[in-house]
């Protein structure tokens, strides 16, 4: 999969694609330097079956809405040349509202140092919030930004996979193979491997969630998003790794996130910020 175009320069106001300073910057050179357990009430006791794996996987996003909350933890590592860098996340998500809590850890530079605080993550539709974001943004204020208009439809922007998102990629889910039974933290589960459309699964989308697929459809010159799968017997997503890969002005960059969930039917509070705490200045660019 190949960005058509994800360049890192200096820009007014907002915060465009290479938000979180960790992922994208590595990406485009301008930057420097499992949880387990069951909870709640599933999908109404479905059993997941090995056949007719793709219309197990469509499913998935619909028996997580049903599922109402859950934990999850994310992870995203990007490599260019001989450099990894990995981000990770942990927090809550309501599926039914498709609104989410992750704080996003950034890794530590080159020297070793731990320069970057946490940043908070709000998660809804066809919006990313960041709290602590730094560039010169005062830590009082939230950066918003309108996923819709990101080339990536912030599969990769924000350091996190938006969790509806990359359970409603698995709608366009092709070439599916039955990998066999295993185990994630003492749960059952089925994995799945296959490739996913991004055009197919934002036709398919909710419509929370159709504006960002789509616009990832449209923003990259390939469609097709490998990935791994693995749902419990009622047809839950436990874990999920999509393997994203695109051109920069560079080398070529792979991207692989990975999302785990469990706890599921947990409370979810999320406050989204008014306008008054949103910052509209200028982001520093390093």
């Not at 990832?216 to 017997?233: E, H, M």
Request: with cysteine.
């Amino acid at each position: 999969m190949v960005v058509r175009q994800h360049r890192c320069g200096g820009g007014p106001l907002a915060v465009r694609a290479l938000v979180v300073a960790g992922v994208m910057a590595v990406a485009a050179g301008c930057a420097g330097g499992g949880g387990g357990g069951s909870g709640g009430a599933g999908a109404d006791g479905r059993a997941v079956s090995a056949e007719r794996p793709a219309v197990v996987l469509g499913q998935a996003a619909d028996v997580l809405a049903e599922a109402g909350g859950a934990e999850t933890r994310t992870s995203m590592e990007t490599a260019v040349g001989g450099t990894r860098v990995t981000i990770r996340g942990q927090g809550t998500y309501d599926f039914r509202r498709q609104l989410g809590q992750i704080k996003v850890v950034l890794p530590k530079d080159a020297a070793g140092a731990d320069g970057h605080r946490p940043i908070t993550e709000l998660l809804a539709p066809g919006a990313l919030y960041m709290k602590h974001r730094g560039a010169g943004v005062p830590d009082d204020k939230w950066v918003r930004v309108d996923t819709t208009a990101l080339e990536d439809g912030n599969l990769v922007t924000g350091g996190v996979t938006d969790p509806m998102a990359a359970a409603e990629l698995l709608r366009g889910a092709r070439e599916v193979t039955y990998r066999g039974r295993t185990e994630l933290a003492g749960v059952a589960v089925r994995h799945y491997r296959g490739v996913a459309d991004l055009g197919r699964a934002a036709l398919a989308a909710s419509p929370l969630s159709r504006g960002a697929l789509a616009a990832a459809a449209k923003g990259f010159s390939r469609d097709a998003v490998p990935f791994d799968a693995y749902l419990d017997d009622e047809g839950r997503l436990r874990k999920v790794r999509h393997r994203f890969s695109f051109a920069a002005e560079g080398p070529a960059v792979s991207v692989v996130s990975t999302m785990l969930l469990y706890g599921f039917g947990a409370t979810v509070t999320v406050t989204l910020p008014d306008d008054a705490h949103i910052y509209t200045g200028r982001i520093r660019q390093s």
